[in-house]
């Protein structure tokens, strides 16, 4: 965004000025809204979750922060999307400042290079309650947001250019130290709460494969074209193939929406027998293809099986923890905290004005191609 709202597009810096603040705006109010969100589903999955919460965040900043200082493939999730070119020229540059904000605030849309984000979701999340989650996160999109300001001094078109340039050259032991750094205290005061609390395993455990699960059904849905490819690589039988395509998601999908209906033993079940049947297809393909295969897992085409059987086996403990000791709670019990719902609603508000905004936009541009 340093080339699209910079002093040189906008002519004038109290133009750019206004620009950059309606920009700092929308990806400061989508970042908290998502955190609000996150929150207020983590509350409808058990959270706070206690020791157990504290000790998985902990644990997470640690292998991210690992993965800075030593290179570890952590995976971090992302859609890898760009907000479109063509809003400036035709919602007007104001708004599609706000625009351009509002969708890159989430981040996990766009594109993230580091595993920083991730973890401040979890703790967001982990608290359950959305107006803490929207102030954990609001920080990040406001950052996002204010990335323009190193613009602040082009006065021509090549300036923003060679600003670019600049900015990709810089060394990627900087901003790895700099988010080592900030995964490291995050690892610290998780570890401190979870050390002062207690409880909360098998709740713990449920949110954990809930969200794992609705993080590779999604990867499916949204990525349909490479999962049926996927699929189309393990030599099924036609018709089974055919259910496999759809049967796979949504069978995933039961795991998140049996935790939210206060189902975890179920869910729990649920999971233990889907690992199950995908360690065997995988070991079918190993047996076939080696031990490099065509997976589909949480987005990814291919995978070294020793690997996915290993991430297997570590998904089936919280799932049997949560299958053995998880309590059944009330159907949809909302939180209770009582900024919960005003936040909901707004958080409701503005994802439908985002899809109303989205669909538009792939309307108009089809209409433009």
């Not at 002519?11 to 990806?27: E, K, V």
């Not at 905290?337 to 669909?359: E, F, H, I, K, N």
């Amino acid at each position: 965004m340093v080339e699209t709202i910079s002093p040189v597009v906008y002519g004038t810096r109290t133009r750019w000025a206004g620009a950059l603040a309606l920009h700092a705006a929308g990806a400061t109010a989508t970042a908290g809204v998502f955190g609000a969100a996150a929150a207020a589903v983590a509350a409808l999955l058990g959270a706070p979750w206690g020791r157990a919460g504290g000790a998985v965040v902990a644990a997470v900043a640690v292998l991210y922060l690992v993965r800075e200082l030593t290179g570890l493939r952590v995976p971090v999730p992302q859609l890898r999307r760009q907000v479109p070119d063509w809003w400036r020229t035709y919602f007007g540059r104001p708004l599609a400042a706000f625009l351009y904000g509002a969708g890159l605030g989430v981040g996990f849309f766009t594109f993230l290079g580091h595993g920083t984000l991730v973890v401040v979701t979890l703790g967001a999340a982990s608290t359950g309650r959305p107006l803490l989650g929207a102030l954990i996160v609001a920080p990040f999109g406001l950052a996002r947001g204010l990335a323009p300001l190193v613009a602040a001094r082009s006065e021509e078109p090549e300036d923003g250019r060679r600003l670019v340039d600049r900015l990709s050259s810089t060394s990627g032991r900087l901003r790895s130290g700099l988010n080592g750094l900030a995964l490291a205290g995050v690892a610290v005061v998780a570890a401190v709460a979870a050390w002062r609390d207690h409880g909360g395993w098998a709740a713990t455990a449920a949110a954990a494969i809930a969200v794992s699960f609705a993080w590779s059904s999604i990867s499916k849905i949204t990525g349909r074209a490479e999962w049926r490819r996927v699929v189309s690589t393990h030599a099924l039988p036609r018709a089974l193939e055919r259910v496999a395509v759809w049967a796979t998601p949504a069978v995933e999908s039961l795991v998140p929406i049996l935790a939210l209906l206060g189902l975890p033993r179920a869910a729990g079940a649920v999971a233990l027998a889907s690992l199950a049947v995908f360690s065997l297809a995988l070991v079918r393909l190993a047996l076939r293809d080696g031990t490099r295969v065509s997976c589909g897992c949480f987005g990814r085409g291919s995978v070294d099986v020793r690997l996915a059987l290993a991430r297997n086996l570590a998904m089936a403990v919280p799932a049997a923890l949560a299958w053995s000791s998880a309590a059944s709670r009330p159907l949809l019990r909302l939180p209770l905290a009582r900024d919960s719902m005003p936040v909901l609603l707004v958080a409701g508000t503005l994802v439908l004005a985002a899809w109303t905004v989205w669909r538009t936009s792939v309307w108009l541009g089809r209409g433009r191609a």
